[in-house]
């Protein structure tokens, strides 16, 4: 290698990591940013999940989001949260490996396995093996809000109620620190008492950085210590608390991937820095032990034409 191409190339591998070295700052601020937004929709989340859980206890054999269509279709939607973008490292495709495990898993159960993307990634994956995509929701990014989400949910639950669908899942990532995040699978309809305590354990994690000291489960009050009293009526307050539960359940969901996606490109851009500079390292020093070779040689050449010209 000459040492022309190996200044090229060092000034190429330089320009590159100035490139990952400002994504590696804007991801961690966006990181910040989605942190603080999955942190402070917590608490609403957590006592509405906990009022949830008392009405289920009352109400549950006269609500079909709880107890499910007796006469449904045996069929499956899943969501799948993945991103709009790439250079995030393994984020997605370790997400939609979890997709396809639990789909390979599950797909003697159902008679139709159907799919709702949210993120660019998820939507070309799925595509290009020609699986069922019911809904495609792309270039939510930043601009993600309760309002579309609020519309997302209606769509599921009319394909829940009046096209009979047995059960809608959601694979999501969910958020624990910079470095530490996990992929899960966990059912939205009808409304599972076990995956209100897992999605309780996610919102409020037993470790981490975001975890909280002590219980986190959902306890029901007990009957002697007080009532509740529901007006105009408890399947009213109930069809409602349910919607914007679960509503804000698909929000928690996507800011804690939106969170995680973050985190991943900022470690793999700050890994891709890394790796620049050690090879702007190597470059250097094959650079200075070339042009080293080159001076000696021509040096050696002077040497030896003096000698010639004198004898």
Known sequence: MGLREIKNRIKSVGNTAKVTRALEAVSASKMRKWEERALSARPYAVE?????????????????????????KNDLIIIVITSDKGLCGGYNIKLLEKVTQFTEDAKDNYNNINYVTIGKN???????????????????????????????????????????????????????????????????????????????????????????????????????????????????????????????????????????????????????TDNSKEMLSDLKLTYNKERQNKITQEMLEIIGGAEALSS
Request: aromatic share 10%.
């Open 48 to 72: 509405a999940l906990q009022l949830l859980k008392l009405l289920k206890s009352r109400k549950s054999d006269e609500c079909v989001l709880f107890s499910g269509i007796k006469d449904a």
């Open 122 to 272: 998820g939507n070309i994956y799925l595509k290009n093996r020609q699986k069922n995509i019911l809904r495609e929701e792309m270039n939510w990014g930043d601009d993600v809000n309760i309002d579309k989400i609020g519309k997302l949910y209606d769509y599921l639950e009319e394909m829940f109620l009046k096209d009979k669908i047995s059960k809608i899942m959601v694979a999501y990532t969910d958020f624990y620190s910079a470095i530490k995040y996990e992929q899960k699978v966990r059912q939205l309809l009808p409304v599972s008492e076990k995956d209100l305590e897992e999605i309780v354990k996610g919102i409020v994690p037993y470790f981490g950085k975001y975890s909280r000291t002590g219980k986190t489960e959902i306890e029901l009050p007990k009957e002697k210590e007080f009532e509740y009293l529901f007006e105009p009526s408890a399947d009213l307050v109930l069809n409602d608390i349910i919607k914007d539960l679960l509503e804000a359940c698909l929000y928690h969901m996507i800011l804690e991937s939106n969170a995680s996606e973050h985190s991943a490109r900022m470690v793999a851009m700050k890994n891709a």
